[in-house]
């Protein structure tokens, strides 16, 4: 079954602009990751934030986290043609692995160029 | 240092026959896991091996089953194929139960069709 949920399921936005993507989840996680998918090919991953903390940046990506909500999101700020993609929000409850990472259905991003 | 690598990259098989699928995890990594992407369900867990015992499955039936070598090279094998298990079939490694860090390294996926 499910953990997260994407939401949007697609969004499509111009290039320059940001683009910000929301998952929500059901049980207690000790992680929440963020992966890509580019047209059926493999994730690739982006950016894991642990239960302890709020917020998180990497590059042009920012992740918060709402632990009290069970809810994260995604924010890629100063959006280009490649970052045309599917976006997975992921939830690893053990921390070790143990029962593999729950993925949602994806929010799928188009940049118009 | 190569990534995840999966063959074959794209599977034809009919309703009824067998198909194995392949994975070599990162060099140092001993954790493989497997994925199933159909189309409109997402990424659904299938199994998960480390040092070449099972140590976790989805909730598929038993025709899905696999193994992991001591290389920790990784097949899953499935049976009696159905027309829905037509999907990508994602392998991803880890360094370990112990090592894990968290995050996956996916290959880029053995796409199956069943006709």
């Known amino acids: 079954s499910q953990q997260g949920e994407e939401d949007p399921q697609a969004l499509s936005i111009q290039e320059g602009e940001n683009a910000t993507m929301n998952c929500s989840y059901k049980?207690?996680?000790?992680?929440l990751q963020w992966y890509r998918q580019n047209s059926g090919r493999g994730l690739v991953h982006l950016i894991l934030?642990?239960?302890?903390?709020r917020e998180k940046h990497s590059g042009r990506l920012r992740v918060t986290l709402d632990t009290s909500k069970k809810s994260s999101s995604l924010l890629i700020t100063a959006s280009r043609a490649a970052d045309t993609a599917s976006y997975f929000c992921a939830t690893d409850r053990s921390g070790g692995g143990a029962d593999g990472l729950t993925f949602g259905k994806g929010t799928h991003l188009i940049i118009q160029p | 240092e190569a990534g995840v690598t999966q063959s074959p990259t794209h599977l034809i098989k009919t309703r009824g026959q067998q198909a194995t699928l392949r994975c070599s995890p990162i060099s140092g990594h001993t954790s493989v896991y497997w994925y199933q992407q159909a189309l409109g369900l997402g990424l659904q867990f299938l199994l998960w091996?480390?040092?070449?015992?099972?140590?976790n499955r989805g909730n598929f039936p038993p025709r899905f089953s696999g193994r992991q070598f001591p290389n920790y090279s990784s097949e899953l094998n499935v049976n009696a194929l159905e027309l829905e298990d037509s999907a990508l079939y994602l392998c991803?490694?880890?360094?370990?139960?112990?090592?894990?860090?968290?995050?996956?390294?996916f290959g880029e996926g053995s796409r199956l069709t069943v006709l």
């Open positions: 991803a490694s880890s360094p370990g139960r112990v090592r894990n860090t968290g995050e996956l390294f």
């Open positions: 934030i642990r239960s302890n903390e």
């Open positions: 091996y480390d040092e070449g015992e099972e140590r």
């Open positions: 049980t207690s996680i000790n992680n």
